[in-house]
T-cell receptor, first 115, second 114 residues
Framework: EAGVAQSPRYKIIEKRQSVAFWCNPISGHATLYWYQQILGQGPKLLIQFQNNGVVDDSQLPKDRFSAERLKGVDSTLKIQPAKLEDSAVYLC?????????????FGPGTRLTVL | AQSVAQPEDQVNVAEGNPLTVKCTYSVSGNPYLFWYVQYPNRGLQFLLKYITGDNLVKGSYGFEAEFNKSQTSFHLKKPSALVSDSALYFCAVRPRGGSYIPTFGRGTSLIVHP
């Protein structure tokens, strides 16, 4: 079974630029999550989708971050414009459904460096 | 608000010795508790979880964790450490009902010396 795929693996941009990350969850997984992991900290949930609907985005900085999962499969996370403090690893995870939130399968992450 | 504390940034243990990685939590009501492991340049992998029932939970790779409600702890343990266990370990908590948002600890780096 293929795991959660993310791209790119690394991205370096300057502040005020825009960036987008892509995630392909495990086939058949209805629930998708985006996390931000700042160096030295645990992952922080940004947004959670069930199929193509948002379940929780209370921790997403909506003035600069946006995410979508239009067809209920792949998802993109965008930052526009980026700030220095956005430097982090962005993790995508998926689970079979909302009731199975404990068993999340994580992708390798995208390491973002904002200069 | 829920929170997780992993009081040790790093744990060092010799191969073959028992290991313990500590975790304490704060949450309203009864918790769901989890341990994840992160190897270098790889995503987090699920190790084990406590939902209900037996306080001793067994997980992947020979790891186990003990839920202690009175001490609000969920320490990760393994009877005999391997060098390949060296990784970053994260404890997480989620309350029963309501929000599905898990809260992760900051992680503990486990180093197993040959």
């Amino acid at each position: 079974e293929a795991g959660v795929a993310q791209s790119p693996r690394y991205k370096i941009i300057e502040k005020r630029q825009s960036v987008a990350f892509w995630c392909n969850p495990i086939s058949g997984h209805a629930t998708l999550y985006w996390y931000q992991q700042i160096l030295g900290q645990g992952p922080k949930l940004l947004i959670q989708f069930q199929n193509n609907g948002v379940v929780d985005d209370s921790q997403l900085p909506k003035d600069r971050f946006s995410a979508e999962r239009l067809k209920g499969v792949d998802s993109t996370l965008k930052i526009q414009p980026a700030k220095l403090e956005d430097s982090a690893v962005y993790l995508c995870a998926s689970s079979l459904n909302l009731l199975d939130t404990d068993t999340q399968y994580f992708g390798p992450g995208t390491r973002l460096t904002v200069l | 608000a829920q929170s997780v504390a992993q009081p040790e940034d790093q744990v060092n243990v010799a191969e073959g010795n028992p290991l313990t990685v500590k975790c304490t939590y704060s949450v309203s009501g009864n918790p769901y508790l989890f341990w994840y492991v992160q190897y270098p340049n790889r995503g987090l992998q699920f190790l084990l979880k406590y939902i209900t029932g037996d306080n001793l939970v067994k997980g992947s790779y020979g790891f186990e964790a003990e839920f202690n409600k009175s001490q609000t702890s969920f320490h990760l343990k393994k009877p005999s450490a391997l060098v390949s266990d060296s990784a970053l370990y994260f404890c997480a908590v989620r309350p029963r009902g309501g929000s599905y948002i898990p809260t992760f600890g900051r992680g503990t780096s486990l180093i197993v010396h040959p």
